[in-house]
């Protein structure tokens, strides 16, 4: 796993300009493109597009978010995606535009440059150049003896399989090293917080060079992070409502979709990670709105309210009857604290029938710590003598009694403890193989007073982890890595520095340290050829 | 081997240009096929999650023959390298026996990768070069139909499906294929998504408007923004560039092919779905829309990403990690499962098929279940695979058992005798797809080639 460095120091002259670069749409990114392009040409059509088949759905899930720029290219069978989509698209254009598609019209050619400057605007993002105008319509001029609908829709499309529509473009002019061009910022700010093209106000910022100081493109991110902070709207949880960037960095920061991906042995009758993937959805998108002004940590490493549904109570030990539980029902939860203490982060970080400290260990290190671990060694043949110790620990104990296997698992094992209070399908318990539950834990190594020691239980854990200046810096690192699309590098040490503090000073306010990203040197300087 | 007309073929099943089928036909279109065979060279790569058992262990689903158990780890290979043909015939080869003349199980090729990742099976299988979030080096299906492939209306069909793809309903992954270092390239996971991409568009023998004033413009535009970026930031550009030349040949060679578009089978489970893929390839092998496909069943970077196969294992918690005892039964039956496919598809296409099964770097349990000896990951000193067909006498398979590998030394034992390595297999599948490649590995040749297999060159 990528682990960003948490510890990069801000630095006199230190540049974060990085080389121009592409990076491309996602599939919702390029879908909201066409479908808001296309409703700006024809505004009548108040859905368009439905059951267009959109390319770029894939990531790569081995990459530690899916926004990482240099992870996406062009591959044979997105290409055929994307000529299909662009076909289609360019085609149903041509006929919900009408007379506007310029068929028939008395000067096709004149006509057809005022739609190519139309559409490019919303299709680039920008305003085209004549130039650029002229080598768009000269292609409808070429195909008008084949047929005018046909020639007009086959310029539109060469318009929309442009790169530059689908990957965006972030880069000055040419020779220069600075701020990229206002209309790439509007888009990069854009994208980045809405998964949108820029909106009215965003483009006419940028025609007028609104975008230069810091202030004024942070009070854009937080504009379109809204009120929810980013959540967007907190009812809307259902499977195919897209998640917001904002949601899509905590589902990739916390990893609690993993609950789908750990089958559960025998026929448990309750546990459905669907349910508990929306449950954990609806739960972030409150505590993100709740704490837009502040106060993030302390909820999310230590909430006791949960929301609950039918299908999920058992999940969280409950047997309601029928008619005693709400769909969702907020519920107070004393023996939870946290999201990491939600059954569906214990589920995802479990195996089939136990616990798995080593993985919750791990995330805690490289996720909370920014401490890199290796990767189970090449020809390691992993063996717990369960039968010898049924419980867990103990099992896990011996088997750090051999010094090869202890200098990573001490790093790891102790701190995972701290969720044995929990089962594999995030049920509290007490006991484990006929004994008490340990629920003890340390952060072996650990150098900051707040996290050395040994404690007890989850609720401790997520205090100190609230507290701690490192886990700060490593949230806000891992941040950096989402929203920038890179990881920092040595140039980055006064933005991360500047964001870590933009986060404490608002008393942990999401949208402040994503303002303090976006309006960052480290997004909007490029060094170009 | 005898020519297949495409157009005859067709006009002989009630099948004109843009003949409408019913739902669920295309079962039974495949299966008229049978018997059917074409003259272009076709080859299928897969490549299954979780391992193949090699030994025969407790319940005797290994691949390694018990004639030759003894000899497991030979000191030079001395163990029936020479291709023994007399050996009881692995159950989970049950359905080739009819075609056990055309097929060779080979076993001890070396698939030691240094600087591998432990977890990335997907890519470090496929390509023989480390890399885990990003491949190292082109797989082997993607090097073939670089070379052969490019005059197709698709130069490979990449299809699979793992635990992932089937809960998450994924349309497409990219974990297991790449077109060359850093360019994973996506399989279709989605039935409906294949049959679109295979028979959708362009196979009615109508001439689709062509596209060369949009690609003419398209070169346009990737020269300007060429300009404006570095060269190392231009790699998507060149993507672009190779993908606007390749779109052309294929467009043309797509507007050649006259061939029936087959109503899109059911299918929901895992069984279903191998099923319905391997006709898909099939048909589309006999439509000539390509001469390559590379299935990738259980792959990813993980050791439980086998999907349940349920309807074949009886059981419902199966999760393909081979630690679980009764691994090598459960998975020798999936194995089973696919043979079946894979009989069908050599049915169909005859001496025009070669079919290369083997696993992904996935641990290769030997021994009993729950196994007591394990090669872990990357380690693999002894992959197992299945050559099936011949090619019409480029390959010798005949039926044989072909031992590769000398007791691993520290050194791996490169360049001992009868050292072979996973490389070298592909690369004789290479040759004898009249893709001679040299050497194959990523740009840093990893795992060592020495060639094609002697043994098994025709």
């Excluded at chain 1, 809405?194 to 810091?214: F, I, K, N, V």
């Excluded at chain 1, 954990?280 to 230590?302: I, N, Q, S, V, Y």
């Excluded at chain 2, 299988?125 to 052969?148: E, K, L, R």
């Excluded at chain 2, 309903?169 to 679109?196: C, I, N, Q, W, Y």
Aim: hydrophobic share 40%.
């Amino acid at each position: 796993m990528r682990v960003p460095d948490a510890n990069i120091g801000c630095v006199d002259g230190a540049d974060p300009t990085i080389s121009a670069r592409l990076w491309r749409l996602t599939r919702v990114q390029l879908e909201n493109s066409l479908r808001s392009a296309y409703h700006a040409l024809v505004p009548r059509v108040d859905e368009p597009l439905k059951g267009l088949v959109v390319p770029f759905g894939t990531s790569n899930s081995a990459d530690r978010f899916s926004t990482r720029s240099r992870s996406y290219g062009l591959d044979e069978p997105s290409f055929r995606d994307l000529m299909n989509a662009t076909g289609a698209t360019s085609r149903s254009l041509v006929s919900d535009l009408g007379s506007e598609a310029c068929v028939g019209a008395g000067d096709f050619s004149s006509c057809v440059a005022g739609l190519v400057a139309k559409a490019g605007q919303l299709f680039f993002r920008r305003p085209l150049a004549a130039a650029e105008v002229d080598q768009y319509a000269q292609i409808a001029v070429s195909l008008r003896p084949g047929g005018e609908g046909e020639a007009v829709a086959q310029t539109l499309q060469a318009m929309l399989v442009s790169p530059e529509v689908n990957f965006r473009l972030e880069a000055g002019p040419a020779g220069t090293s600075g701020p990229m061009d206002q209309f790439a910022l509007a888009s990069a700010i854009s994208y980045g917080v809405s998964d949108s093209p820029p909106d009215r106000e965003l483009t006419e910022l940028a025609a007028s060079g609104g975008l230069q100081s810091e202030a004024a493109i942070a009070q854009q991110v937080k504009r379109l992070l809204g009120s929810s902070g980013g959540a967007g709207n907190v009812d809307l949880v259902i499977e195919l409502w897209p998640l917001s960037p904002t949601e899509r960095f905590f589902r990739e920061y916390l990893h609690y979709d993993y609950t789908e991906r750990v089958d559960k042995a025998g026929d448990l009758g309750f546990h459905n990670p669907g349910f508990l993937k929306q449950d954990t959805r609806r739960l972030l998108k409150h505590m993100l709105a709740e704490t837009a002004g502040g106060g993030l940590f302390p909820a999310l490493f230590g909430t006791k309210t949960f929301w609950v549904t039918w299908e999920t109570a058992g999940n969280f030990g409950l047997s309601p009857k029928s008619g005693e539980l709400g769909n969702p029902e907020k519920m107070e939860m004393p023996d939870r604290a946290g999201l990491l203490t939600h059954p569906s982060w214990l589920s995802g970080f479990s195996q089939m029938d136990h616990n798995d400290p080593i993985r919750r260990g791990r995330y805690i290190r490289e996720s909370m710590l920014c401490q890199a671990l290796p990767e189970l060694p090449i020809g390691t043949i992993p063996k717990l003598d369960i039968e010898k110790y049924p419980v867990l620990r103990e099992a896990l104990g011996a088997h750090r009694a051999d010094p090869k296997c202890a200098a990573c698992h001490q790093l790891m094992d102790p701190v995972g403890f701290a969720f044995e209070g929990y089962d594999h399908v995030g049920r509290s318990r007490a006991m484990e193989a006929g004994k008490p539950v340990d629920a003890s834990w340390e952060i072996v190594g650990a150098t900051e007073p707040g996290l050395m020691g040994v404690h007890q239980g989850p609720a401790e854990l997520g205090e100190r982890l609230a507290a701690s200046p490192l886990v700060a810096r490593c949230f806000v690192a891992h941040s950096f890595m989402y929203w920038m699309g890179r990881e920092p590098q040595a140039g980055d040490g006064c933005t991360l520095e500047h964001a870590t503090k933009a986060f404490q000073d608002s008393n942990g306010s999401y949208p402040e340290l994503v303002a303090s990203l976006l309006s960052s040197p480290s997004l909007s300087l490029r060094r170009n050829p | 081997m005898s020519r297949f007309h495409r157009r005859a073929f067709l006009a002989s099943l009630g099948l004109t240009a843009g003949g409408a089928l019913l739902p669920g036909i295309a079962t039974k279109l495949v299966s008229r096929a049978y018997g059917q065979q074409i003259s272009q060279k076709c080859v299928v790569f897969w490549f299954i999650g979780g391992s193949i058992q090699i030994q025969q262990g407790q319940t005797g689903w290994g691949l390694c023959p018990p004639e030759f158990a003894a000899g497991e780890v030979g000191t030079g290979g001395e163990n029936a390298l020479g291709g023994s043909t007399a050996f009881t015939w692995p159950k989970k080869l049950e359905p080739l026996a009819g075609l056990r003349n055309k097929v060779a199980i080979v076993d001890g090729l070396n698939n030691i990768t240094p600087g591998a990742s432990a977890h990335g099976s997907g890519f470090q299988a496929t390509t023989c070069a480390p890399g885990n979030n990003s491949p190292g080096g082109p797989s082997i299906d993607q090097a073939i139909a670089q070379q052969i492939g490019t005059q197709s209306a698709l130069s490979s069909i990449l299809v699979g499906h793992n635990k992932d793809t089937l809960q998450l309903k994924l349309e497409r992954t990219a974990d297991s294929f790449a077109a060359a270092k850093g360019s994973p390239v996506p399989h279709t996971t989605s039935v409906p998504l294949l049959m679109r991409e295979l028979f959708g568009t362009g196979l009615s023998g109508g001439k689709p408007p062509s596209p060369k004033p949009i690609m003419d413009s398209l070169r346009l535009d990737i020269k300007r923004l060429e300009s404006r970026l570095a060269p190392e930031e231009r790699g998507a550009l060149n993507d672009y560039l190779r993908l606007v030349e390749q779109f052309e040949t294929q467009q043309a060679a797509r507007e050649k092919i006259v061939c029936a578009t087959p109503a899109e089978p059911a299918a929901s489970g895992p069984e279903e779905m191998a099923t319905a893929m391997t006709q898909a390839i099939t048909l589309a092998f006999q439509c000539g829309i390509s001469p390559v496909a590379a299935i990738a069943i259980g792959t990813g970077t993980g050791h439980e990403d086998m999907p349940e196969y349920s309807a074949t294992t009886g059981d419902p918690d199966f999760d393909g990690h081979s630690f679980v005892y009764d691994y090598s039964r459960q998975a020798g039956l999936i194995q089973r499962f696919h043979m079946g496919l894979i009989a069908e598809m050599h049915k169909a296409l005859g001496d025009s098929l070669l079919t290369v099964y083997t696993c992904d770097s996935g641990m290769a349990p030997r021994d009993n279940e729950a196994g007591s000896v394990f090669t872990h990951h990357a380690m693999n000193s002894r992959v197992p695979a299945i050559v099936v067909g011949d090619l019409g006498g480029a390959l010798k398979t005949g039926g044989r058992y072909l031992r590769y590998g000398v007791k691993v030394a520290a050194d791996h034992n490169n360049g001992a005798p009868n050292f072979h390595s996973i490389a070298d297999l592909f690369l004789s599948v290479a040759h004898a797809m009249d893709a001679p490649l040299t050497t194959f590995g990523g740009p840093q040749q990893v795992v060592p080639t020495a060639g094609p297999l002697a043994e098994l060159m025709g």
